[in-house]
């Protein structure tokens, strides 16, 4: 039988399994704990919390489910304001408008397109007010006379801005940080890990993400309160181990056992994988530097990211998009601004320049699976340079 013709097929983001996720799911399997009690979760927990350097760890669902009852938990609710960077994947608008709370959209920093401080200090200092309410200091819109109850970063691509600036505004204006550390698994400012600069932070472990369980997330806090109610919550506000009642509305947002099972396997094999991803990072950088009009994200000086997706930016995104696709690198654009979507074109969108626009006209993410090989990498900055040759 004549063989086909070998075709390159480099994958965006693929998951690494390759320790021991089949035989911690065969465990669930052979015990029949694969739902939700069963160790695996506790252990996975531990395991990200301690990794990051957070006294808890609460697994739930996905990332999104994750930010969504942070939120609950914090008291965001309807009469709030959420703020967030108009650059960020969709979940983190739409885990705010789960609460019901109105996103404020703030552009990013043309250098490392994470939310632009600059831009946030000035809305904070122009066009909001900060007075006592019932013996609580807080700053409402100026415009809206809501409340800003929270600011949640995204540490976009497991990149991470200047974090002290952000907990020093936040604290003058006494709102709380939530993390979309989703991304940002193994990253770290002056030595702190993601995730643990404000009241709570949310890991993802989609597919896409830096070791995966398929889908799930762990939310990571410092406060015993806060930890025990977002469990609470997530597992349906139950108060008795035997009966039926429940204390408030809540949520089947658990992680069942077997895919914490996969969890505890990746957790292990993390300190490697994160090698590999830096690694890959510092590659690519070597590389594509001064290849065609190719511009990197870049990253602050007490940043060290976890290298989870290589995109950069160039003047002939769409084209190099077609030319890789076509010849098998896999590569994305980038996400669509928040404010150019029609659900949140009606919300306030901080901006001098628009920024947002910028980065998503001219970004490429390219492949960055954390097994990907070393010829596979060289044929990926091949096929760039070959396009630039063109
Ligand atoms: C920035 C950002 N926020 C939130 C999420 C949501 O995470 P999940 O897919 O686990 O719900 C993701 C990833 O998918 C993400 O990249």
Redesign the pocket.
């Known amino acids: 039988m004549a063989s086909k013709p070998k075709t390159t097929h480099i994958p965006l983001a693929q998951p690494l399994l390759a320790g021991n996720e089949a035989k911690y799911v065969m465990d669930c399997l052979e015990t029949g704990w694969i739902s939700s009690a069963g160790s695996y979760v506790t252990q996975f927990e531990n395991m990200v919390a301690q990794y990051a350097g957070a006294k808890y760890g609460v697994a739930c669902?996905?990332?999104?489910?994750?930010?969504h009852i942070a939120q609950v938990v914090l008291g965001v609710t309807e009469q709030d304001h959420v703020i967030a960077p108009n650059i960020?994947?969709?979940?983190?608008l739409n885990?705010i408008k789960y609460t019901g709370a109105q996103p404020i959209l703030i552009d990013v920093d043309p250098r490392n397109w994470q939310m632009d401080l600059d831009l946030l200090e000035t809305y904070l200092r122009e066009q909001t007010q900060t007075e006592t309410k019932n013996n609580k200091v807080v700053t409402t819109d100026k415009t809206t006379g809501k409340r800003i109850r929270a600011i949640m970063p995204?540490?976009?691509l497991g990149n991470m801005g200047n974090m002290t600036r952000l907990q020093e505004l936040a604290k003058a204006y006494h709102i709380t940080i939530i993390e979309?550390s989703?991304?940002a698994l193994g990253t770290t400012f002056k030595g702190q890990h993601a995730g643990t600069f404000g009241s709570m932070g949310?890991f993802?472990?989609?597919g896409?993400?830096i070791i995966s369980t398929g889908?799930?997330?762990v939310l990571v806090t410092n406060n015993e309160a806060l930890a025990k109610r977002a469990k609470h919550l997530t597992t349906q506000a139950k108060v008795s181990a035997m009966e039926y009642i429940h204390d408030a509305i809540g949520y089947n947002y658990r992680l069942v056992n077997v895919l914490a099972a996969i969890g505890v396997a990746q957790m292990e094999q993390f300190p490697e994988i994160l090698k590999a991803k830096r690694h890959m990072d510092a590659f690519y950088r070597e590389q594509l530097r001064g290849v065609g009009d190719i511009k990197f994200q870049s990253v602050c000086n007490n940043t060290q990211t976890n290298g989870w997706l290589f995109t950069f930016s160039t003047k002939h995104m769409r084209a190099l998009l077609a030319y890789l696709n076509e010849n098998g690198v896999q590569s994305r654009p980038f996400w669509m601004p928040m404010n150019q979507l029609e659900m949140f074109k009606n919300d306030r969108y901080i901006t001098k320049t628009d920024v947002s626009a910028h980065v998503y006209d001219t970004s490429i993410s390219i492949p960055s699976s954390a097994g990907i090989t070393p010829e596979q990498l060289e044929t990926v900055v091949k096929t760039i340079k070959e396009f630039y040759d063109l």
């Open positions: 669902m996905n990332g999104t489910v994750g930010l960020t994947f969709i979940a983190t885990a995204v540490h976009v979309d989703t991304e949310v993802s472990f989609n896409n993400k889908g799930g997330g």
